[in-house]
């Protein structure tokens, strides 16, 4: 069992609507969770960070983390076409020196 | 704009080759990690370098190896290059300290023939 699990997609949205976009995790030492996008070419760059259970939001995103159910989510309201890009959720643990370990990442298009 | 700055974006060498990846981390980060990226799967943790020295590996034969200097930059080897080497290299910054995620930079991109 992979320690991050993601569903690859691809999901195609039309403009406007919500995304939700899904992570699975086992191994339950503290830890703490990111959601980074990817465009074509580039490297990930952060959208959100949290340690806690519960709801986080910045703008059109709100990441949530059930730690019960080990189980990580990110919404997209209002979803645009710049949106478009691969979604990576990320697990980090600081008593292995902080690495992250990363879901396979789901691919996102958002329709004009 | 990143402040994690990686050189060259693209590379294409031979197998059995050596190669060398550079990487100028922001200012102050003195926690560096690199990833390697194969097409359509997330990034997989190679090492990370704080102040120096190595301070967590993941499974990566030692043919992949690491430097990180003391201006913020960085080097990772990799020796008797194989196909399945080809991928996307990136490396990650943090000042340790931080609440915040690791910075990336865009990465280089490797093709081994």
């Known amino acids: 069992q992979k320690e991050v699990e993601q569903d690859p997609g691809p999901l195609s949205v039309p403009e406007g609507a919500i995304v939700s976009l899904n992570c699975t995790y086992s191994n339950s030492a503290f830890q703490y969770f990111m959601w980074y996008r990817q465009y074509s070419r580039k490297g990930p760059e952060l959208l959100m960070y949290t340690y806690s259970s519960g709801n986080k939001e910045d703008g059109r995103f709100t990441a949530q983390v059930d730690k019960s159910s080990k189980y990580i989510s990110l919404f997209i309201r209002d979803s645009q076409p710049s949106d478009s890009a691969t979604y990576l959720c990320?697990?980090?643990?600081?008593?292995?020196?902080?690495?992250?370990?990363f879901g396979e990442g789901t691919q996102l298009t958002v329709n004009p | 704009e990143t402040g994690v700055t990686q050189s060259p974006t693209h590379l294409i060498k031979t197998r059995g080759q050596q190669v060398t990846l550079r990487c100028s981390s922001q200012s102050g980060h003195n926690t560096v990690s690199w990833y390697q990226q194969a097409l359509g799967q997330g990034p997989q943790f190679i090492f990370q370098?704080?102040?120096?020295?190595?301070?967590g590996r993941g499974n990566f034969p030692p043919r992949f190896s690491g430097l990180q200097f003391p201006n913020y930059s960085s080097e990772l080897n990799v020796n008797a290059l194989e196909l399945d080497d080809s991928a996307l290299y990136l490396c990650?910054?943090?000042?340790?300290?931080?609440?915040?995620?690791?910075?990336f930079g865009s990465g280089t991109r490797l093709t081994v023939v």
């Open positions: 990650a910054s943090r000042l340790r300290q931080s609440n915040y995620g690791y910075t």
């Open positions: 370098y704080y102040r120096e020295e190595e301070n």
């Open positions: 990320a697990r980090g643990e600081e008593t292995s020196g902080s690495r992250l370990t």
